[in-house]
């Protein structure tokens, strides 16, 4: 059974748990995790170490991962990543990413597989969904070629198609980014200019978008190359809350051109469009989250690309 400060949300039954099984009182998290500095950690990780605590795992000091979209903490010294969601949508995203993971593990699909038996977690505390999910250790000795990511990709695609679990439209992420766009207050980092500059390019590879026909199948949604990694078992596809249905074209916007190779039919003007459309939606959550010194580098960055590419001449 879990502790007093989570419930599970359409949750398998749980077979068991790492550690001993707690009763009565935590007690307080220094008290439980007494080599973790809590006046240095966040809310999100906070979370994830109620959620451990519930479980009955016996922390030593949980590590941060990753803080600028959603929380990530591995739970040392156990091999399980918690996903704790401090977003707006947070909730929605890794509940949907749960359910598309947890059926295309079942089909042997190359993804990162969630913790076995514990589905979706409330902190009461805070408000946040906790996700588990087993980690996954990194071969330093790999040797990754675009081939091989593009034909995992294909797996991947593959295994989508067979999955019931149902794939919002890909249009739905670009009017997230949109409305995000479009509020000064969460784009304030960007200078007005800029701001300006990006919006009206948006808005018109959006309204060529809209003009075009084209085939839809189900999709990663967000495939860079950080998503991909290279495991002692061979590539596996991870943060899967963007999966979705579109063309193609919108996956292959993120690969380098050898491992596009690896996909037929290729409607090279379509993956143009998308391909700046997509820098444009990157460099609008990148400023969002333009408190993080690398997400404003890397906003930086994809803004660039987006004035190399448009308009077109």
């Keep these: 059974m879990l502790g007093p400060r989570s419930v599970a949300i359409d949750s398998p039954p749980h077979r068991g748990r790492p550690g001993s099984t707690s009763s009565g009182s935590h007690g307080s998290l220094r008290h439980r995790v007494p080599q973790c500095r809590l006046t240095l950690v966040t809310v999100g990780v906070e979370a994830a170490i109620r959620v451990a605590v519930d479980l009955g795992m016996n922390l030593g000091e949980p590590l941060l991962i990753q803080e600028t979209n959603h929380t990530v903490v591995w ?53 946040f969904v ?43 992420c ?29 808005e018109e590879l959006i309204g060529g978008l809209d003009g075009l026909t084209f085939p839809e199948q189900a999709i990663h949604g967000e495939p860079h190359n950080r998503n991909c990694l290279a495991t002692g078992e061979g590539l596996r596809w991870i943060d899967l809350e963007d999966a979705c249905r579109g063309p193609v074209e919108w996956d292959l916007a993120f690969l380098t051109e050898e491992a596009r190779g ?33 997400m404003r ?11 190399t590419r448009w308009p077109k001449d």
């Design 75 to 127: 739970l040392q010294p156990y091999p399980v990543i918690a996903k704790v969601g401090t977003r707006r949508d947070g909730a929605a995203a890794l509940r949907h990413e749960y359910q598309v993971a947890s059926a295309l593990t079942v089909g042997g699909a190359p993804v990162g597989a969630p913790w076995s038996g514990i589905g979706p977690l409330l902190d009461l505390e805070s408000g």
């Design 297 to 307: 580098s890397h906003g930086q960055q994809h803004l660039s690309l987006v004035r």
């Design 174 to 202: 670009l009017e997230r980014t949109r409305i995000a766009l479009f509020d000064d207050l969460r784009m304030a980092a960007l200078p007005v200019q800029d701001r300006l500059f990006l919006r009206e390019a948006f």
């Design 262 to 294: 690896k996909f037929e039919n290729i409607d090279r003007s379509l993956l143009e469009l998308l391909t700046t459309l997509n820098s444009a939606r990157v460099a609008t959550w990148c400023w969002v989250q333009a408190r993080f010194p690398a």
């Design 130 to 172: 906790v996700t588990l999910w087993n980690r996954l250790e990194i071969d330093p000795g790999s040797r990754l070629r675009e081939a091989d990511r593009g034909a995992s990709l294909r797996l991947v695609h593959e295994a989508l198609a067979q999955i019931d679990v149902e794939l919002p439209s890909f249009r739905v």
